[in-house]
């Protein structure tokens, strides 16, 4: 298969995928990934597209295969994170988001889900001190009924969001 029509199976995935149609991008990222199965992209968007099909278990093998790949891309990192989440594997998806984390320290949505991982942990404080940071809201030693509040707001949204 040329590049060229390779490049066409990505966009042609890519647009199936917005317009929800995730089966279908599915079926375009393995067809790439039967001719080029080094090809990063193409199981990043693979697990993307099975994350929204709720397939955790297939995401979660298509996220390690990126990360295997490319261990520095952060958003694998994240969305490996986020897919164990779903899983229910809260230990394994605070590792998954610390370590994007470490590999970008300014990335909300990695402190965001690392916050929902502690969250579902018990480890409240740590929780809301993570959301703090996401959000951009102060982070303080005592938590006031503000900081409180706009993290729960927060932890909501973020679980209509995973849910």
Not at 7 to 23: D, I, P, T, V
Not at 86 to 106: G, N, T, V
Request: contains cysteine; positive net charge.
């Amino acid at each position: 298969m040329t590049s060229q029509a390779i490049e066409s199976l990505h966009q042609r995935g890519q647009k199936l995928a917005q317009s929800k149609r995730y089966e279908s991008a599915v079926a375009c990222y393995e067809k790439v990934l039967e001719h080029e199965p080094h090809d990063c992209l193409a199981w990043y968007r693979r697990g993307d597209a099975l994350a929204q099909l709720k397939q955790y278990e297939a995401a979660l093998q298509s996220f390690d295969r990126t990360i295997a790949l490319n261990p520095i891309s952060d958003e694998a990192w994240i969305f490996r994170g986020v897919v164990l989440i779903h899983l229910c594997r809260y230990e394994e998806a605070l590792s998954s988001c610390d370590r994007a984390i470490e590999l970008q320290p300014y990335l909300k949505e990695a402190w965001a889900f690392r916050g929902a991982a502690l969250h579902r942990l018990g480890q409240y404080d740590a929780a809301y001190k993570s959301y703090a940071y996401a959000t951009g809201a102060p982070c303080r030693e005592s938590l006031g009924n503000r900081l409180l509040r706009k993290a729960t707001r927060f932890f909501q949204s973020l679980l209509s969001w995973v849910d």
